[in-house]
């Protein structure tokens, strides 16, 4: 399986980067209480800085705001990921655990301030390719209605879109059932190659040691925008 940004990103979006891990040999299961802890202790220490620092201020959220304004869509009416979950922990709205798979997705995607799509590699067919949408593009997505990617990062295969940093489709979610993964990071563009290197390991190592099996890393830029899985 090839996974590459489309050749357009690399020109108009250099400053562009996506962090991919392929996990293999996974068992995804309920989130053990030491994740769930940790995860409802986060969203409360989240809560009371967002107190004092609104959510379109913090760094990440700001940046993939900026993003979204270049590539053509609205920040206000099609909010990231990473932001829609912040806005939930502002009206103390806190995640509830559904399995680890997803638990963890979401977990570093607060940490990191960035939206982070997690997808069962048992649907997905061909090469994969990140591009940027049009009006003809959109899916049925995990939030029950179906979502146009006008000028919204998505990603492909040979059967068509099917996710997102705005909201996943409903074709590759993760379950129990799960073995093969792969997690699509939007990194943030002011982070140095060796940052970006270092929060997949970091994430990766996590992701590892509460699902087993194995897992690679790679970071696609304007340099090296694809790789073989």
């Not at 700001?62 to 990231?80: C, I, M, S, T, V």
Request: aromatic residues 10%.
């Amino acid at each position: 399986m090839k996974v590459s940004l489309n050749p357009t990103l690399n020109t108009r979006y250099p400053e562009l980067k996506i962090g991919i891990i392929h996990y293999t040999k996974i068992v995804v299961a309920q989130s053990p209480q030491m994740i769930k802890g940790r995860m409802q202790l986060y969203q409360e220490n989240l809560y009371l800085e967002m107190q004092e620092t609104p959510v379109t201020q913090r760094a990440g959220i700001a940046e993939w705001r900026q993003l979204w304004k270049k590539f053509g869509a609205d920040p206000n009416r099609y909010r990231h990921a990473a932001e829609s979950l912040m806005r939930r922990i502002c009206k103390q709205n806190y995640l509830t655990p559904l399995q680890s798979g997803v638990d963890l997705n979401n977990f570093f995607s607060l940490q990191y301030e960035i939206p982070i799509g997690l997808y069962d590699v048992a649907y997905l067919k061909g090469n994969i390719e990140i591009a940027l949408g049009d009006e003809e593009i959109g899916y049925e997505g995990l939030n029950g209605r179906f979502n146009s990617l006008n000028n919204i990062l998505y990603s492909r295969d040979e059967d068509g879109a099917f996710g997102s940093p705005f909201v996943d489709s409903k074709r590759t979610v993760v379950s129990e059932s799960t073995t093969d993964a792969l997690q699509i990071f939007y990194l943030r563009p002011s982070l140095s190659d060796s940052q970006s290197e270092a929060l997949l390991s970091s994430a990766g190592k996590m992701f590892n040691q509460i699902h087993g099996g194995d897992y690679s890393t790679t970071l696609l830029t304007n340099v090296a925008p694809a790789t073989t899985l």
